[in-house]
């Protein structure tokens, strides 16, 4: 059996949301497998569950992959970058939202088709994949995986598709859903990003002239690449040894964008830019107008490490109380190994969320999070904290209330496992064992964010979709036969 990823175990433990795939791209870079093993990296905060990188040397594609973090499939010692070697390149790091975590559903997803090889990086949800998939195995088609991806390379390999003037385009046409899309073809790379442009995808260019696709800016900076701007909603984008072109494959004033706003939340990282604005400082802002809406006496503001600090920041400077740091994250604790025993599992979660006793002792703390979904994991630190000699504790949470599920690439809970689902807030306080809780309110988080309010998609707290959702998909929609289980036997016994 293969050995268990430990940083993904370590961050199972303090976390309950889980991110949704990164992608990076870059084409006719003599190092672009370097750099998009680097690019991976900067991505890692988007999937730890598998990793991926496929490149080109212009006629063939190869791609390696496997489960676990960038650093742990791409081992130091090994000769898999350097056996991967060539000037066009695509990565893909993984957390599972449909077709479960397992290596056959890892990306990039390499195919053959009449036209020659491609492979495809995608991060997002297709609410439409079930059924496309459904018509194509009515037809005779065989599916390898239980990824919504897969349905993409059916409709490229289609004939009829393939006949008309911008193939890619009219495939695209097809699909339902949050998609960033990068396409490895032998030559060339296409990036695509749907209509709503729910997920980030932005370009950038290195020192050399050499163009780059990438979930977030944070990627590029890894590489030294500079910004160039976002891919539109509705856009492909096309990479080749003539430069960048750009088509779209919808009227663009035919749809209002739907930013993800949970990427400016919880999922992006906080040097990213996206949707136009810097992930840290839209942060800081609605720590500011949480701390207006619900303001509190206190004698500290602490964060919960690492995503909400910079709300705390914000809620500490409004509120002019002192911010600290009372809970430090430990990074480097991977799976300890431990009997389930819950008494045990707490000291887990101690090891790798330590408290600074100083900081809380004797002291009226604000405790400043991004979001709570299930709220088990709050309550845990709530409990220490307490145990450390907190006197008083006020949770703040810098988003409202989650209410409704993710269709768009996020894996939450069902709807009756959310903390905020069938509770009023003096029940969520009691479950919280808390002094008191304040959430932002959902026009305070809007109008902090620097588009127009409906350009953003907020459903899980307003349950307002804007794509509408016949078949809800999950995880295992896809997970029809007994045959995958066997599947992944074998594959874990290579
Ligand atoms: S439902 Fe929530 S997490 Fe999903 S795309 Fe919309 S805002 Fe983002």
């Not at 430990?6 to 003599?30: Q, R, S, W």
């Not at 960033?180 to 290195?206: V, W, Y």
């Not at 096309?238 to 930013?259: I, M, N, Q, W």
């Not at 006197?391 to 810098?398: F, N, P, T």
């Amino acid at each position: 059996m293969p050995e268990p990823a430990l940083e993904n175990d370590a961050y199972e433990v303090l976390t309950e949301k889980k991110e949704e795939c990164g992608l990076f791209g870059i084409f006719g870079d003599p190092d672009a497998v370097q750099k998009t093993y680097l690019g991976l990296h900067a991505l890692q905060h988007r999937g730890q569950e598998s990793a991926g990188i496929a490149s080109s040397d212009g006629q063939f594609i190869q791609c390696y992959k496997g489960m676990g973090t960038v650093r742990r499939v791409f081992r130091s010692g090994s000769d898999t970058l350097e056996r991967l070697k060539n000037p066009i390149a695509v990565g893909h790091v993984r957390y599972s939202t449909t077709g479960s975590s397992k290596v056959v559903n890892s990306q990039p997803l390499l195919a053959e088709y009449s036209r020659g090889q491609v492979a495809v990086a995608h991060n997002g949800n297709l609410i439409n994949a079930g059924l496309l998939r459904d018509e194509y195995e009515a037809y005779g088609s065989i599916f390898k995986s239980t990824s919504d991806t897969e349905v993409i390379v059916h409709l490229l390999a289609k004939p009829t598709h393939q006949s008309k003037p911008d193939s890619l385009g009219h495939v695209l046409n097809h699909l339902q859903g949050a998609y960033s899309l990068i396409f490895l073809f032998a030559d060339h790379i296409e990036a695509a990003r749907d209509p709503f442009g729910i997920r980030p995808l932005c370009i950038g260019q290195t020192e050399e002239g050499h163009y780059v696709v990438a979930s977030e800016t944070c990627a590029l900076d890894a590489i030294g690449a500079k910004f160039v701007r976002e891919v539109e909603p509705g856009e492909i984008v096309r990479l080749d040894k003539y430069g960048l072109h750009s088509r779209f494959f919808v009227r663009r004033e035919s749809v209002t964008p739907a930013h993800c706003i949970f990427e400016h939340v919880y999922f992006s990282k906080q040097n990213s830019l996206i949707f136009g604005e810097n992930v840290h400082g839209l942060r800081k802002k609605l720590g500011r107008q949480l701390a207006r809406e619900h303001p509190v006496e206190a004698d500290v503001v602490i964060p919960v490490p690492d995503s909400g600090t910079s709300a705390a920041i914000g809620y500490a400077q409004e509120s002019d109380i002192p911010f600290d740091m009372g809970l430090v994250r430990s990074h480097y604790v991977g799976r300890t190994f431990i009997s389930p025993d819950q008494k045990l599992r707490e000291l887990e979660v101690n090891l790798k969320l330590a408290i600074i006793k100083e900081v809380v002792h004797d002291k009226r703390i604000v405790v400043v999070d991004d979001s709570i979904v299930r709220g088990t994991t709050t309550r845990g630190k709530i409990r220490v904290l307490r145990q450390a000699g907190a006197k008083e504790i006020h949770m703040r949470v810098s988003c409202p209330p989650i209410r409704f599920p993710c269709h768009y690439g996020v894996d939450f809970p069902t709807k009756e496992e959310l903390l905020a689902n069938d509770r009023t807030l003096e029940q969520i306080k009691e479950f919280l064992e808390v002094d008191s809780v304040g959430y932002l309110s959902l026009p305070g988080m809007l109008s902090c964010a620097a588009l127009p309010q409906d350009h953003y998609c907020a459903a899980c707290w307003s349950g307002r979709y804007p794509i509408p959702v016949d078949v809800a998909l999950n995880k295992f929609s896809m997970e029809r036969y007994q045959l995958y289980m066997f599947e992944e036997f074998a594959t874990a016994n290579e």
